[in-house]
T-cell receptor, first 113, second 116 residues
Framework: KAGVTQTPRYLIKTRGQQVTLSCSPI?????VSWYQQTPGQGLQFLFE???????NKGNFPGRFSGRQFSNSRSEMNVSTLELGDSALYLC????????????FGPGTRLLVL | KQEVTQIPAALSVPEGENLVLNCSFT??????LQWFRQDPGKGLTSLLL?????REQTSGRLNASLDKSSGRSTLYIAASQPGDSATYLC???????????????FGSGTRLQVQP
């Protein structure tokens, strides 16, 4: 079974631009979560989607948004990029049938200049 | 608010040594606890998951224990190898209502280096 995939793997943007990241969960997984990882703050939860509905949201500004499609694929969007948005963005999927074990993708490395 | 602490922050051991990584959490109302490994610049690899009702889980040279009442978990690595060098993270999923579906709270990790 294929793992969680994320595209693109690397991205360079400038301040003020917007970016869209994509995540394809493991086949059969309906829950997709997004995390931001930075050296200073560690891993922080962004949001979780289940069956196209946002179930939980972390403490991030409204510039961070996401959505999930009927095939469980998810996208997250960051508008009006700031230097502090430079981070590794990780997506994880899980299934109740697998005790909610979180499986992470390789991440998208975003650099904002 | 759940807080997860991992001690030590960094550890360097010679190859072949057995070692223990520690994880503590402040709120014992958890759904499960998961240990991950992260290699530099990469995503997280799931190592072991312990449900709140379990005391330990084993996979190969890895053994994770959970003491929910004291808010502690340990990851035991037997006969360490240079390939075990990585950052090890523990994460707690809190229990909320019937489903227990909430975000993971991560510790800051233990950076392990195994010297050949």
């Amino acid at each position: 079974k294929a793992g969680v995939t994320q595209t693109p793997r690397y991205l360079i943007k400038t301040r003020g631009q917007q970016v869209t990241l994509s995540c394809s969960p493991i086949s059969g997984h309906r829950s997709v979560s997004w995390y931001q990882q930075t050296p200073g703050q560690g891993l922080q939860f962004l949001f979780e989607y289940f069956s196209e509905t946002q179930r939980n949201k972390g403490n991030f500004p409204g510039r961070f948004s996401g959505r999930q499609f009927s095939n469980s694929r998810s996208e997250m969007n960051v508008s009006t990029l700031e230097l502090g948005d430079s981070a590794l963005y990780l997506c994880a999927s899980s299934s109740r049938q697998d005790q909610e074990t979180q499986y992470f993708g390789p991440g998208t490395r975003l650099l904002v200049l | 608010k759940q807080e997860v602490t991992q001690i030590p922050a960094a550890l360097s051991v010679p190859e072949g040594e057995n070692l223990v990584l520690n994880c503590s959490f402040t709120d014992s109302a958890i759904y499960n606890l998961q240990w991950f490994r992260q290699d530099p610049g990469k995503g997280l690899t799931s190592l072991l998951l312990i449900q709140s009702s379990q005391r330990e889980q084993t996979s190969g040279r890895l053994n994770a224990s959970l003491d929910k009442s004291s808010g502690r978990s340990t990851l035991y690595i037997a006969a360490s190898q240079p390939g075990d060098s990585a950052t090890y993270l523990c994460a707690v999923r809190p229990w909320v209502g019937d489903t227990g579906r909430r975000a993971l709270t991560f510790g800051s990790g233990t950076r392990l280096q195994v010297q050949p």
